[in-house]
């Protein structure tokens, strides 16, 4: 008998030690969606926002990449700012 047969997905990674990780990934994507969508509203191109924030193409497109996890709150309180969006919400 399959011992995964009934469980969440949430368990199953849980269970492999990969919840962290999975969690995390999901949040960078829902981020980077977010603020390709106010760039999209804003018409704004990745150069367009990188000089609203006073930085690099490259910290732009990290911005926008959903596996790269390493961009720091500061990075995207710039992007907020300079998107007039909120991006970030304290539970």
Same mark, same amino acid.
């Not at 990780?21 to 980077?32: C, F, H, R, W």
């Not at 704004?44 to 490259?58: E, I």
């Not at 990449?65 to 390493?70: F, H, L, N, W």
């Given at each position: 008998?399959?011992?995964?047969?009934?469980?969440?997905?949430?368990?199953?990674?849980?269970?492999?030690?990969?919840?962290?990780?999975?969690?995390?990934?999901?949040?960078?994507?829902?981020?980077?969606?977010?603020?390709?969508?106010?760039?999209?509203?804003?018409?704004? #191109?990745?150069?367009? %926002?990188?000089?609203?924030?006073?930085? !690099?193409?490259?910290?732009?497109? $990290? &911005? /926008?990449?959903?596996?790269? #996890?390493?961009?720091? %709150?500061?990075?995207?309180?710039?992007? !907020?700012?300079?998107?007039?969006? $909120? &991006? /970030?919400?304290?539970?």
């Amino acid at each position: 008998m399959n011992k995964h047969v009934g469980a969440t997905l949430e368990s199953f990674f849980e269970e492999i030690g990969e919840l962290e990780d999975v969690e995390l990934l999901t949040q960078k994507k829902l981020l980077a969606d977010k603020i390709q969508q106010a760039m999209e509203r804003k018409k704004l #191109t990745q150069t367009d %926002l990188a000089r609203a924030m006073s930085t !690099s193409r490259t910290v732009v497109h $990290r &911005l /926008l990449d959903p596996r790269d #996890t390493g961009i720091t %709150l500061s990075t995207i309180a710039r992007a !907020s700012k300079a998107l007039g969006v $909120r &991006l /970030l919400r304290v539970a």
